[in-house]
């Protein structure tokens, strides 16, 4: 057991955090709404931003070296994310297809998409959204429906996506179509990428509870798109998302958040005074932070534990399987306490100058729920996890 | 960075593992639980030839000289199979009590051996008033001449009656840092041992009673409230342990038994809700098992943490062992309730767990106090 990092590791993390110092204020995007919808500056500034980082050799440190990357070990990547978070720097807005697609090209892809999409994933010169989720297939995704016919060298898409997050800015979109409806429903499904600017795509909002546009619907008429754009083989898009997906999971996310939430929530609750003294004085609510700062400190140290793992190459087991469910949770559950701690003053919303914290709380706690749903609801991970961690029997 | 265990920690626990599927079953469990004494000594006996009583005994007393982690992943097999008997109460317990606070004399008389598996020790340090503060301790010693008299009740003294020795934990003064570690054998006189009636018969617990019992100066360990306190944060891993193991084993029983039982034509583990209250365990236990990794870890480096964390491995595995094992019983249906199905053995042991050396609350409490709020 060492939880010392190398000396190389240290100076790089030394040498980041100076580089963050000095980049982010550049980028012009700090301290931005995260209720803001992206206009086409904001997106311009998302662009240069990772643009920047990537010059800065800080985006996708795993990547093997022929696609842009520098074959880092995750220990180098996880320094990243947590400094990152620690820093407060604006996120990534090509992330989807640096964590998505660009691993699935990698794996899946022909050397001619290779080279036509992958560097323009790492600049951001090219911004992808995903289309995987229906109206009709949401937690069922390989319900989904949307059909691609194969009319000459082409396909001829029709249908509709939704809750697809970034739609109303991206370039390409990877999607998930039906080219077998005869077919079992996993086994009908193949894997395209579309151009956002083909005609025959609609791309209508979708407004969150928080007030804010992030996601969007988006609708199919006979969208043409070229036979090439075709990843992996016709009928076998189902098990090149599942790739994806598997890889998704294995991107350990930073723990950095919840400890920066946690420490936010002690502040607030040492600020707030009921009967007389400070919240965190409480008998009751005491407790209560222990248990979630309990559950920060076992995260953090489980993720440590993942990233020697697979730094060692060993095979994730069912410990990789909780890390949605457990972390999405748990940050609602420290957002829902400050909402508590907060007491008549959680009625208020942002930009209400009476709000207590600048009003950070509530769009966290309403945002932090949609964490728990999207990318798999929490029901969902729980099935996933008894299936294929405990292998109890399949309900269907 | 390397976060996790060793390739001998894992070969320890794979070890451990095969050794106790084949010489710790449930058939031999219940003996024990039948046993009067239930201090399963051959089983503490055959331990001893792998080296496990001795295993934080310094080499120079015949131990193996290893560390809490190593103590950890070993608990967290013998809590895994339920092992009953005193092991974690001598080996992880009593014997770094006088590791940490012995003089050689102590050590040379009694850990060699506790190493070899030839007696048992013990501590005693909760009374009846369910307090581990140091301020609310009653046992007392009192300086005469050149040694201690002893006198107070001690409760809750795993295997007092099997012991050879038991580390007192006294006041010596009116001041709470007033605290003193009195190794006092079983047979002196003034010593009065009663077994109590328990919930969990794979641990027995005693009162004890010191009716002015006379040690000499020697008898006293080095180190006092410190002293004191680091053994507490040592029982804290230990317990915590125990549960991670304990609480795999359970939640093991429940799942493979909602795989064979049917009803409504399918097995009961096809049904969402026992998916779902399965993989809920789950997810509390896995990063608990990295905390309580680290908890350890903390003992043997000494950080700053260190306190901090023992007490929050304390608080969430036996709340998870507790909370675990009430839902795998329930999972088990009326099977589960019964005497002679083995998932009512680790219920108890979780709930022993979460009593003995201070409830998640009274941990909580000193998460909270440790972290400044």
């Known amino acids: 057991m060492d ?13 980041l955090r100076q580089w963050l110092e000095e980049n982010v204020p550049l980028s012009g995007l700090r301290g931005a709404d995260p209720n803001a919808t992206r206009d086409k500056a904001a997106i311009e500034k998302a662009r240069a931003w990772q643009r920047r980082l990537y010059d800065g050799g800080y985006v996708a440190l795993a990547w093997p070296k022929k696609y842009g990357g520098q074959e880092l070990d995750p220990v180098r990547q996880s320094i990243v994310n947590e400094e990152m978070v620690r820093a407060r720097a604006p996120g990534l807005v090509g992330g989807m ?82 080219t077998d409806p005869e077919a079992p429903k996993h086994r009908g499904i193949s894997y395209v990428l579309v151009d956002m600017r083909s005609p025959g795509i609609t791309v209508r909002p979708l407004i969150q509870m928080t007030g804010a546009h992030n996601f969007n619907e988006v609708f ?30 294995n991107m350990l996310g930073s723990t950095t958040t919840s400890q920066q939430s946690m420490a936010r929530l002690i502040a607030l609750a040492r600020s707030v005074h009921r009967n007389g003294r400070p919240l965190t ?17 076992a995260m953090k140290y489980h993720m440590l534990r993942q990233l020697t793992d697979q730094v060692r190459g060993r095979n994730p087991g069912i410990e990789a399987m909780i890390n949605k469910l457990a972390g999405t949770e748990l940050n609602h559950d420290i957002a829902t306490a400050a909402m508590e701690a907060m007491g008549d003053c959680a009625m208020l919303a942002r930009g209400e100058e009476e709000a207590m914290d600048r009003a950070f709380w509530p769009y966290e706690w309403m945002f932090s729920l949609g964490l728990m749903i999207g990318g798999g609801t929490s029901h969902i991970q729980k099935n996933i996890i008894a299936e294929r961690g405990l292998k109890m029997p399949k309900s269907r | 960075m390397d976060f996790g265990l060793s390739d001998e920690q894992r070969h320890l626990r794979e070890s451990a593992r095969e050794f106790l599927t084949n010489e710790c079953s449930p058939a031999y469990v219940r003996k024990t639980m039948a046993d009067e004494a239930g201090a399963a000594r051959e089983l503490y006996a055959a331990v001893a030839n792998l080296g496990w009583n001795g295993l934080i005994v310094p080499e120079r ?126 047979g002196a006189p003034g010593v009065r041992i009663r077994m109590l009636h328990g919930l969990d018969l794979t641990r027995r617990v005693c009162a004890l009673d010191l009716d002015a019992v006379v040690v000499t100066s020697g008898a006293e360990l080095s180190g006092g409230a410190a002293l004191y306190a680091r053994l507490l944060d040592i029982g804290a891993v230990a317990i915590a342990a125990d ?52 908890a ?38 009326g099977i589960g309730f019964t005497w002679d199905h083995d998932i009512h053995l680790w219920f108890k042991r979780a709930r022993f767990n979460e009593s003995f050396l201070g409830s998640p609350v009274y941990h909580r409490e000193r998460v909270a106090a440790l972290g400044g709020y």
């Open chain 1, 97 to 178: 297809g640096i964590s998505m697609l660009g691993p699935t090209l990698i794996s899946w892809g022909s050397d001619e998409q290779k080279r036509r999409y992958l560097p323009k994933i790492l600049t951001a010169e090219e911004i992808w959204c995903q289309g995987y989720s229906e109206p009709g297939a949401g937690s069922d995704l390989a319900a989904l429906r949307t059909r691609a016919e194969i009319v000459g060298d082409e396909f001829v898409i029709n249908g509709q996506k939704v809750w697809t997050s970034g739609a109303h800015y991206a370039d390409m979109m990877f999607c998930l179509v039906r």
């Open chain 1, 3 to 15: 939880l010392e990092f190398r000396p190389e590791e240290e100076q790089f993390r030394k040498k």
């Open chain 2, 296 to 333: 350890a870890y903390a003992q043997d480096a000494g950080t700053p943490d260190a306190p901090r964390a023992a007490a929050m491995a304390k608080a969430l595995l036996c709340s998870i062992y507790t909370r675990g094992t009430d839902r795998a019983v329930l999972m088990h249906g």
């Open chain 1, 220 to 249: 199919f008429d006979n969208v043409r798109v070229p036979r090439e754009n075709l990843v992996g083989k016709l009928n076998e898009g189902w098990l090149v998302a599942n790739a994806t997906l598997f890889h998704e999971r």
């Open chain 2, 243 to 294: 549960s991670l193991g304990g609480m795999d084993r359970a939640l093991e029983m429940a799942v493979e038994y909602s795989k064979v039982r049917e009803q409504f034509g399918k097995p009961i583990g096809s049904f969402q809700a026992l998916k779902h209250a399965a993989a809920e365990i789950v997810a509390e236990l896995e990063p608990a098992r990295a905390l309580l990794w680290y």
């Open chain 1, 281 to 297: 004085a409480d008998p009751v609510f005491r407790q209560r932070l222990v248990d979630l700062e309990m559950r920060v400190e």
């Open chain 2, 61 to 186: 007393y015949g131990g193996s000289g290893m560390g809490m982690l190593d103590m950890a992943v070993l608990l967290t097999e013998t809590g895994y199979a339920a092992m009953p008997g005193p092991f974690l109460f001598s080996s992880a317990l009593a014997a770094s009590a006088l590791a940490h606070g012995g003089s050689d004399e102590i050590k040379e008389r009694w850990l060699g051996a506790l190493a070899a598996g030839t007696i048992i020790g013990t501590v005693a340090i909760s009374e009846r008033n369910d307090s581990l503060n140091p301020a609310e301790m009653v046992t007392s010693a009192r300086r005469e001449g050149a040694g201690w008299v002893l006198s107070g009740t001690k409760m809750f003294v795993p295997y007092a009656h099997a012991a050879a020795f038991i580390v007192v934990v006294a006041r010596t003064g009116p001041s709470p840092a007033d605290i003193g570690l009195f190794v006092v054998k079983t």
